[in-house]
């Protein structure tokens, strides 16, 4: 909607569409949601049986709600993330490297998001997403080096140096041995 109001005065029916589309989806459909789950539950817990509408109306809602989950999310958070360090790497030099190492990160982690869905978890996909996980966490690292000559003297800057270290040593683990616990299954 704001995307849609910013664009305005350089073309009004494309910032139309996209006020349009934020409309249905940050209005219409949180309501549309609420009023079919609250319907259903009410016929349920009186124990009377969903209608044909309603019940297809549920399973719209939890198949968009499962392509959310599994691939709109992933690709908004990794690869907005990604491409916005991509766009400001060149902004501040002494983070250049440390900004484009957790973008690599960023769609390593997007990659491996996919493959799961593609092929499951097996011991490559593991093994894959431990190098995201120590390319990300090694990124994070690189742009606390800095700070760490003159010593941690943030909050944020301690969480950062806490998760680049425990993001690097789960990465590890994952890399070398290929499963995600510690006991043989």
Not at 115 to 128: D, E, H, K, N
Request: one cysteine or more; hydrophobic letters at 55%; glycine letters at 14%.
């Amino acid at each position: 909607m704001l995307t849609g109001a910013a664009m305005v005065q350089v073309s009004e029916p494309f910032a139309l569409i996209l006020a349009g589309l934020g409309v249905v989806i940050f209005l219409a459909w949180p309501i549309f949601t609420m009023v079919i789950e609250i319907r259903c539950a009410r016929l349920h817990k009186r124990g009377l049986e969903i209608g044909l509408g309603l019940g297809r109306a549920q399973t719209l809602i939890a198949r968009v709600h499962g392509i959310t989950l599994l691939i709109a999310l992933p690709v908004a958070v990794f690869g907005g993330l990604g491409t916005y360090l991509l766009l400001t790497a060149g902004a501040d030099p002494e983070q250049r490297l440390g900004k484009i190492a957790i973008a690599i990160g960023c769609f390593a982690l997007l990659g491996v998001v996919l493959l799961f869905l593609a092929r499951g978890r097996t011991p490559l996909t593991l093994r894959l997403s431990g190098l995201a996980l120590v390319i990300f966490g090694a990124g994070g690292l690189s742009l606390l080096v800095p700070e760490l000559s003159g010593g941690i003297d943030s909050f944020g800057d301690g969480i950062m140096l806490i998760a680049s270290i425990l993001l690097v040593a789960a990465g590890l683990w994952l890399a070398f041995t290929g499963r995600n616990s510690v006991l043989r299954s």
